[in-house]
């Protein structure tokens, strides 16, 4: 039984500008680096040197080294491959013209 919803949001795509790879940080991202470093502090075993944070000056270094520490914390998650999406399956020309009178039914109801 397919569940039915009062209310459904469409999510807007994410724009291309939402990541550019030479933007510096924000301060959101900056505090999630020094929360990662002080896990890195714990994790690290003798001998091992610590990454530098304070040369993480940019997006595409913030997301290398946000990439490498969710690896050592989640080692289960590290090597698999993701999955492609699925296309999407097309809507039948009959179902589409019947949703589109059903709204210009509704509108002209409306007025």
Do not use: C, W
Not at 29 to 56: M, N, P, R, Y
């Amino acid at each position: 039984m397919k569940k039915k919803y009062k209310l459904v949001l469409t999510v807007p795509e994410t724009p291309k500008s939402a990541y550019d790879h030479g933007r510096f940080i924000s301060s959101l991202i900056e505090h999630q680096i020094k929360h990662f470093h002080d896990v890195e502090k714990s994790l690290l075993k003798a001998g091992q040197k610590l990454t530098d944070i304070s040369k993480l000056k940019t997006e595409l270094h913030a997301s290398k080294y946000l990439k490498k520490m969710t690896a050592l914390l989640h080692p289960q998650g590290a090597d698999k491959p993701r999955k492609a999406a699925r296309p999407r399956k097309a809507r039948s020309r009959m179902k589409a013209a019947k949703s589109n009178a059903k709204t210009k039914h509704a509108k002209r109801k409306s007025r």
